[in-house]
């Protein structure tokens, strides 16, 4: 079964930004779309962004539209995801996951299967 390990976290000061990466460890030809989600202590688990390459899409939840960036690299299938801007409340470990959501599910943790093990990201001065 194929893995996914996150890259890019780290300790960043407000209004910074940052590079998460999400690389597969095998072929994800199976699947349809790469999501990023986040978890804040205390908080449940929450859908960030996702790009889905059959079915089409780009999706990104309010909190982080309008600074946020997620892109495809077809050479090797790794899922980047840019947010700028950052925020104390962004604060949270961020996981990248696979799945076949279809558009209703796209945003949800039940349309993907596969899961990384999350990058932390504070955000603090």
């Known amino acids: 079964q194929v893995q996914l390990m996150e890259s890019g976290g780290g300790l960043v000061q407000p209004g910074g930004s940052l590079r998460l990466s999400c690389v597969p460890s095998?072929?994800?030809?199976?699947?349809?779309?790469i999501g990023w989600f986040r978890q804040a202590p205390g908080k449940e688990r929450e859908f960030v962004a996702a790009?889905?390459?059959?079915?089409?899409?780009?999706y990104y939840a309010d909190s982080v539209r309008g600074r946020s960036s997620i892109s495809r690299d077809s050479s090797n299938s790794a899922v980047t995801l840019q947010i700028g801007g950052l925020k104390p409340e962004d604060t949270a470990v961020y996981y990248c996951a696979a799945g076949r959501p279809i558009t209703s599910t796209v945003r949800t943790i039940g349309g993907y299967g596969v899961w990384g093990q999350g990058t932390q990201v504070t955000v603090s001065s």
């Open positions: 790009l889905r390459w059959r079915g089409g899409g780009i």
């Open positions: 095998g072929s994800i030809s199976s699947y349809n779309a």
